[in-house]
């Protein structure tokens, strides 16, 4: 048995591996990724220039000093389960394994909210996360007819990385609400406690308008037949051979709502659920920790001092030290995390997360096909929410098990049923939380 296993080796699980190693616990760090990084931090350089270096120098120490921890990390590692003690079930090189550990620490980091508009299911259209998940692993730069359309930081700052590496963007959609700027401008004196992130956005947003035309509204379809071959905005027509799609992101909580008796709460500003946690991140299920992003958006800066904080949270429970040195440890570092989410609640109310379509023919789930018309009849049918949703049409049964369809069907399903979005309860998951080989399960007790 470890001490600590950690899942996720972006900064919140890079962080807690090095506090825990630090403070003497033995750790086990997965991740599906074949390094560590994260998203933020994928390939992260110590040399880096150009829009994003700054985050990209913290990733480079992050990593450098993970791999002087002493953690063991396991790349390529894909967690499907995880059961009272805790007992965390993984698969490797296609054969499953277990793990028990005294504490778990989870930091799967957010996904990225989809964005649906008429045609967004065509070949050639994909979200902006994907877009710079490519050109971090592989250098992929957009090239010919590509638009952006959505709203939010990472749409500009993809937009200024691909800018900088050489990429061609035809024309960005930016499809924020123009009146949000004055229900955000009195958060703004509290923003301005940590400016960092408003002067980033602000150079980023600058390099963009310099080089690519940008347009404002809503209203945008994707056009084509077997694949993308045009947009339309407000009624123009343009051409496009990609379209990448964006607006902002949310926790990911797929593993943390299959763990019975875990609470989850609906965060208002975010509109999206997040697990309870108290100050050091446990959770309501003994032995289980969460930290970063996957339990409210935050930042990659403040997700590192949340994984730092829980590793001294865990360190205190496994009787390492008392709970005075662990409020000495700790106290200087949730000081700096409040600072580092100062920002939130300027940029959550600037970037409210956009409706989604009224169209009936708007595709909603896209493994199973599932439009706001059908569930707008089957809440008029007398279904009551998301998990009954299931049984009517499907919806959230597919590949991705509602891990992008969750927040729009939970959101169509709370307007059907003119019912607060706090009221509808969240989509109930299962393990195995990925795809399992009866091969993989084999492996297993051997």
């Known amino acids: 048995m470890i001490d600590l296993l950690i899942l996720g080796a972006g900064p919140a699980g890079m962080a807690a591996a090095i506090e825990a190693s630090r403070l003497g616990l033995s750790v086990q760090l997965l991740d599906e990724n074949a390094a560590p990084g994260g998203q933020v931090h994928r390939n992260a350089r110590a040399d880096a220039r150009g829009p994003g270096d ?29 059961e009272p003690g805790p007992t965390a079930f993984y698969s490797v090189n296609g054969a499953a394994r277990r793990v028990e550990a005294k504490r778990i620490i989870l930091a799967p980091g957010a996904t990225e909210r989809a964005l649906p508009i008429p045609g967004w299911t065509l070949p050639g259209v994909m979200g902006v996360g994907a877009a710079q998940t490519l050109l971090k692993s592989a250098g992929l730069v957009p090239q010919g007819e590509v638009w952006i359309a959505g709203q939010g930081p990472l749409l500009w700052l993809y937009a200024a990385q691909a800018l900088a590496k050489g990429g061609r963007i035809a024309g960005i959609l930016d499809m924020s609400d123009p009146g949000a700027w004055r ?31 940008v347009h404002c509204g809503r209203a945008i379809r994707a056009l084509g037949t077997d694949r993308l071959e045009a947009i339309e905005i407000d009624g123009v027509r343009h051409a496009a051979d990609t379209l990448l799609l964006h607006d902002g992101v949310v926790p990911n909580t797929q593993i943390t709502r299959a763990i019975q008796g875990l609470r989850h709460e609906w965060n208002e500003a975010q509109r999206a ?11 309501s299920v003994a032995g289980v920790m969460v930290a970063g992003d996957s339990g409210g958006i935050g930042g990659a800066w403040a997700a590192a001092l949340s994984g730092r904080i829980a590793a001294i949270g865990a360190a205190c429970d496994l009787g390492l030290f008392g709970v005075e040195q662990r409020d000495a440890l700790a106290g200087p570092l949730m000081l700096q995390r409040g600072d580092e989410l100062a920002p939130r609640g300027f940029l959550d109310t600037l970037y409210a997360p956009l409706p989604v379509p009224a169209a009936a023919d708007t595709i909603l ?5 599932v439009t706001r018309g059908t569930i707008d009849n089957a809440a008029q049918l007398g279904c009551l929410g998301v998990n009954q949703l299931k049984a009517f049409t499907r919806a959230g049964m597919g590949a991705c098990q509602g891990r992008t369809c969750h927040p729009l069907i939970h959101a169509a399903m709370a307007e059907a049923r003119h019912a607060p979005a706090a009221d509808m309860e969240a989509m109930r998951t299962r393990f ?5 080989t009866i091969g993989e399960l084999a492996a297993l007790a051997e």
């Open 365 to 369: 789930c896209r493994c199973e096909e």
């Open 273 to 283: 659920f997040r697990p309870v946690l108290d100050e050091y991140g446990h959770t």
């Open 54 to 82: 700054i985050q990209a120098h913290a990733g480079a120490k992050l990593m450098a000093e993970l791999a002087a921890s002493g953690a063991d990390c396991v790349y390529g590692a894909t967690l499907w389960a995880i």
């Open 183 to 213: 229900r955000a401008v009195w958060r703004l004196p509290c923003a301005l406690r940590k400016p960092r992130y408003l002067m980033l956005g602000l150079s980023w947003m600058r390099a963009v308008t310099k080089a690519v035309p």
């Open 432 to 436: 195995p939380t990925k795809p399992l």
